[in-house]
């Protein structure tokens, strides 16, 4: 069966279709078909019509609500050194490295 695909069912399904319906009704019945299958396509692509404007309009309202975001923070890196002698001189304390305090 390679090469045929799905012929060989198609056939059975043709020939079974035939033998109920008959000659004379398969034409009447293929158009009957045939126009329920348009009617479909016009529904369903009405129904995505309609969600598809759904869909965009609620992403158009959530665009809105969203306010921008401030910019990123920049990390600072803190300066230990300029921060310790900051502090020895708030405290009058003296800073290591330098000469021993002088004795009262």
């Known amino acids: ?4 695909g799905h012929f060989p069912e198609l056939m059975m ?6 033998i109920i319906f008959g000659p004379k009704r398969l034409p009447e019945v293929g158009e009957g078909l045939g126009k329920s299958l348009r009617e479909f396509r016009k529904a369903t692509s009405g129904v995505q019509d309609v969600a598809h404007r759904a869909r965009s309009e609620a992403q158009d309202i959530t ?9 990123p923070r920049q ?16 405290v009058g304390l ?8 002088s004795r009262r």
């Open 1 to 4: 069966m390679i090469g045929f």
């Open 13 to 18: 399904v043709l020939i079974l279709a035939l």
């Open 63 to 71: 665009r809105e609500a969203i306010a921008p975001l401030p910019p």
């Open 75 to 90: 990390h600072v890196v803190p300066d230990l050194a300029a921060q310790r002698a900051l502090a020895v001189e708030d």
């Open 94 to 101: 003296p800073v290591m490295g330098d000469q021993e305090p």
